[in-house]
Antibody, heavy 121, light 111 residues
Framework: EVQLVESGGGLVQPGGSLRLSCAAS????????MSWVRQAPGKGLEWVAN????????YYVASVRGRFTISRDDAKNSLYLQMNSLRADDTAVYYC??????????????WGQGTLVTVSS | QSVLTQPPSVSAAPGQKVTISCSGS????????VSWYQQFPGTVPKLLIY???KRPSGIPDRFSGSKSGTSATLGITGLQTGDEAEYYC????????????FGTGTKVTVL
């Protein structure tokens, strides 16, 4: 059974940093693209970043580029999101996902339960 | 701000059909496959349709997807009260350095 378990969320002050983790199990982690998707309270879904199987490609939504870094450790079956210079509008539930990618195809096949990040003074 | 536009809400009586549109451009829907996600309040989004019109295992055939040009459509037939949820389309956008984009979301209400 595919399982994705996020952790690391919490309350942080504006300008602060936080590192999210996603522990994956039930599949061969190194074979998949992975993403972070977030959802602000009462708002829609927003894709944040993704990373290729070998980590050689990473993409980011414009609003986090230069502040957030996605990474992975295949030996630990884990995905990470380092978030720096946090702002109030980064407040959201952050989901980890296992993705399917093939040329013109991309979708989020499995989702974790999410971890809440609150940026507030 | 999303570049995929969906109607904020659609509604119909039980047993009826609803369709949800997702309007994009040549850099996203026009050049890539579309997926759809279902989200009940307070729960995790779930993949509903992928590759424009394919259903994952366990998704009933009451749900269907299609794409034409720069627009996509989700259809739900035989509407049930359990279908009340938020629905999002999504696809890759090839502009700039590339990014994934979700639609604005549509709330389905069963009257």
């Amino acid at each position: 059974e595919v399982q994705l378990v996020e952790s690391g969320g919490g309350l942080v002050q504006p300008g602060g940093s936080l590192r999210l983790s996603c522990a994956a199990s039930g599949f061969t982690f190194s074979n998949y693209w992975m993403s972070w998707v977030r959802q602000a309270p009462g708002k829609g879904l927003e894709w944040v970043a993704n990373i290729k199987q070998d980590g050689s490609l990473r993409y980011y939504v414009a609003s986090v580029r230069g502040r957030f870094t996605i990474s992975r450790d295949d030996a630990k079956n884990s995905l990470y999101l380092q978030m720096n210079s946090l702002r109030a509008d980064d407040t959201a539930v952050y989901y980890c996902s296992r993705d399917v990618q093939d040329r013109y195809k991309y979708h989020f096949e499995y989702w974790g339960q999410g971890t809440l990040v609150t940026v507030s003074s | 701000q999303s570049v995929l536009t969906q109607p904020p809400s659609v509604s119909a009586a039980p047993g009826q059909k609803v369709t949800i549109s997702c309007s994009g451009s040549s850099s996203n829907i026009g050049n890539n496959y579309v997926s759809w996600y279902q989200q009940f309040p307070g729960t995790v989004p779930k993949l509903l349709i992928y590759d424009n019109n394919k259903r994952p295992s366990g998704i009933p055939d009451r749900f269907s997807g299609s794409k034409s040009g720069t627009s996509a459509t989700l259809g739900i037939t035989g509407l049930q009260t359990g279908d009340e949820a938020e629905y999002y389309c999504g696809t890759w956008d090839d502009s700039l350095s590339g990014f994934y984009v979700f639609g604005t979301g549509t709330k389905v209400t069963v009257l």
